[in-house]
Nanobody, 124 residues
Framework: QVQLVESGGGLVQAGGSLRLSCAASGRTFSNYAMGWFRQAPGKERDFVAAISGSGGSTSYADSVKGRFTISRDNAKNTVYLQMNSLKLEDTAVYYC?????????????????WGQGTQVTVSS
C-alpha cells in the first residue's frame, strides 16, 4: 500500500517562503518519479513541478520557474518543494503525487498515487 503524506503548508505573506515535504512509503521510492500539483478553489488541478526517480531531472510549470525548487532525498523517501517569492496566486491546496516510472511527467493521469493535500495560503 503506497502512502504519501504531505506537510509544511500554512499561511505566509507575499514574498515569503515555505517548504513542503512529502513522505512516501510502500514501494521502492527511488524507482519512481514524483510530482507536485496544486488546486485553487474553483479551478482544476495544475502541474507545479516534477522530479525523476534519481533526482537528476526536474520540470517546472512556467508560473513557478525560478521561484520553486523540487528536490528529493531517496534515503529518506521524501520529496520537497521549496517555494520562494510567494505570490497571492500561489494560494492553493498542494498535492504530492507518485509516478508510474522513474521518468517524470507534467500530466496528472501519469501519477497513480496522491497525498491528502496541504493548504498554502499567501496573504497580502
Amino acid at each position: 500500500q503506497v502512502q504519501l503524506v504531505e506537510s509544511g503548508g500554512g499561511l505566509v505573506q507575499a514574498g515569503g517562503s515555505l517548504r513542503l515535504s512529502c513522505a512516501a512509503s510502500g514501494r521502492t521510492f527511488s524507482n519512481y518519479a514524483m510530482g507536485w500539483f496544486r488546486q485553487a478553489p474553483g479551478k482544476e488541478r495544475d502541474f507545479v513541478a516534477a522530479i525523476s526517480g534519481s533526482g537528476g531531472s526536474t520540470s517546472y510549470a512556467d508560473s513557478v520557474k525560478g521561484r520553486f525548487t523540487i528536490s528529493r532525498d531517496n534515503a529518506k523517501n521524501t520529496v520537497y518543494l521549496q517555494m520562494n517569492s510567494l505570490k497571492l496566486e500561489d494560494t492553493a491546496v498542494y498535492y504530492c503525487a507518485g509516478g508510474r516510472s522513474r521518468w517524470y511527467s507534467g500530466a496528472a493521469y501519469d501519477y497513480d498515487y496522491w497525498g491528502q493535500g496541504t493548504q498554502v495560503t499567501v496573504s497580502s
